[in-house]
């Protein structure tokens, strides 16, 4: 029975911790270009980042489906994207983004595992996103 009942505390957590009402802190990771293959650049995010020298294995489409999509979105309450700490610990950084409101309940957010780097990242944590998206 108490296996059961922390089962669902943990689903229940979980979902949400992934949704709107999260809290988990809202994240932004500032990291050196030449150690990531995703994400923005500060001085142009209309830029893609170079996949040059980056080989893949897996499923191409979870990367594609995050590339272009790496910054906070708020400027759309049907689909925000904002992104969470889920964990950092042992050297890695775990960032997710946050489900939309109308989310089925099978519907689970990926997970994206950062490696520290030598050249060190910015983290910075707010408990809710900045109320603009724009750089």
Known sequence: MIFWLARWQGIADARRDAGQNSTLPVVTLITPEEKFAVGR?????????????YRIIGDRGLFNDLRGREDNDITNPQQPRVWRLLLERGGWIYLF???????????LPS?????????????????EASKTSSP
């Open 97 to 107: 983004r946050a489900l939309p409101p109308q989310v089925k309940l099978d519907q």
């Open 111 to 127: 997970v994206l595992a950062i490696q520290e780097s030598d050249k060190g990242h910015i983290i910075i944590r707010s408990p």
């Open 41 to 53: 650049k500060l001085d142009d995010i209309f830029a893609d980042p170079s996949l040059k020298g």
